[in-house]
């Protein structure tokens, strides 16, 4: 494990059923929780975004872990057939094992949980909250929560869906999602900021969004 501006990093190997997953944990001192990251199609724990994400979070006192859904072999197939980013089930299902073995880890075990899922991965996200009552808060940017289907009706998690003003189709999309959640849920929307976030300022204000909801309700109760 590696220090950087009081962050402690280390390079991990998450076991997921057949399938060893490569994820990078960013700890602060004394952590107020952990969040997963779930990321959306055709992303990767390299995101440039999500890892921005991660450090507001961290400079929060909110530790990350990044990681990577699919297999290198697996990705390697879906950038030739852009099947397996839509496939919500093994996303759901790699975020639930990869969930169960930080649940296993002696020192990330008693942390509490979070979520942060884009585009496909919201969906990965709220899909993996209801089988693990772990997971307190789910935040959602950009994303497609529509597509965990029958599931909103069992999440349980806190749940934040950051959506851009210039998305149109997505808003909606959060909207009618929004309408079958019963749980503790808001619907933000980022002003000027399209799909992927990338006009000056929005994602940071996504990500402070985010720090804001998880400071929140990650603490216990």
Do not use: K
Request: aromatic residues 4%; negative net charge.
């Amino acid at each position: 494990m590696t220090a950087s501006a009081g962050i402690d990093e280390r390079a991990l190997r998450i076991a997921a059923g057949a399938a060893v997953l490569h994820g990078d944990l960013r700890m602060p001192r004394s952590p107020a929780g952990l969040v997963l990251f779930a990321h959306g199609s055709g992303s990767s724990r390299r995101s440039v975004r999500n890892r921005f994400v991660a450090e507001i979070l961290n400079d929060a006192g909110i530790a990350t872990l990044l990681f990577d859904l699919l297999t290198e072999a697996e990705e390697a197939i879906d950038l030739r057939t852009r099947q397996l980013r839509f496939d919500i089930e093994l996303l759901i299902r790699r975020l639930s094992m990869t969930t169960a073995w930080v649940l296993a880890d002696d020192d990330l075990g008693s942390m509490p949980l979070g979520y942060f899922g884009a585009s496909t991965g919201a969906a990965a996200a709220l899909g993996a909250s209801c089988e693990h009552p772990e997971v307190r808060a789910v935040v959602s940017r950009g994303g497609r929560p529509d597509l965990a289907g029958p599931l909103l009706g069992h999440v349980r998690a806190a749940t934040l869906l950051i959506v851009g003003g210039d998305d149109y189709g997505v808003i909606e999309l959060n909207e009618q999602a929004l309408a079958r959640l019963q749980c503790e849920a808001r619907l933000e929307i980022v002003p000027g900021a399209t799909h992927l976030f990338e006009e000056p300022g929005t994602l940071e204000q996504a990500a402070r969004l985010a720090a804001d909801w998880f400071a929140a309700h990650l603490p216990a109760p």
